[in-house]
């Protein structure tokens, strides 16, 4: 079993920058691929932006255009988005998640582990 906790979320004016934090437990979070989720009311699960087991590759959604960058340090057993340049379309719950595909995964349904989520608000 593996324990997600996301933080970092919160309310940023549109153009600000936040990072996310995912905090892992259990067992050893390398052995695991991460990646970042969001869902906003009334819309399906968006793939954000995923890595493998050591950080190399990553993959985003089409919708980043550069803005979001997904890292991880092991020795931490902790991923971190970092968003910047933020809209009110980015606004939703973002979640964490690890895959037992070590080389990574951009679908929800290849994922076996997920976090419970934080609120990022960006007011229009």
């Known amino acids: 079993q593996v324990q997600l906790v996301e933080s970092g979320g919160g309310l940023v004016q549109a153009g600000g920058s936040l990072r996310l934090s995912c905090a892992a437990s259990?067992?050893?979070?390398?052995?695991?691929?991460p990646g970042w989720f969001r869902q906003a009311p009334g819309k399906e699960r968006e793939f954000v932006a995923a890595?493998?087991?050591?950080?190399?590759?990553?993959y985003y959604g089409n919708f980043m255009k550069g803005r979001f960058t997904i890292s991880r340090d092991n020795a931490k057993n902790t991923v971190y988005l970092q968003m910047n340049s933020l809209k009110p379309e980015d606004t939703a719950i973002y979640y964490c998640?690890?895959?037992?595909?070590?080389?990574?995964?951009?679908?929800?349904?290849?994922?076996?582990?997920w976090g419970q989520g934080t609120q990022v608000t960006v007011p229009s």
């Open positions: 890595t493998s087991w050591n950080g190399n590759p990553t």
């Open positions: 998640a690890a895959t037992k595909r070590r080389t990574g995964a951009t679908t929800p349904g290849d994922y076996d582990y």
């Open positions: 259990g067992r050893t979070f390398s052995m695991y691929a």
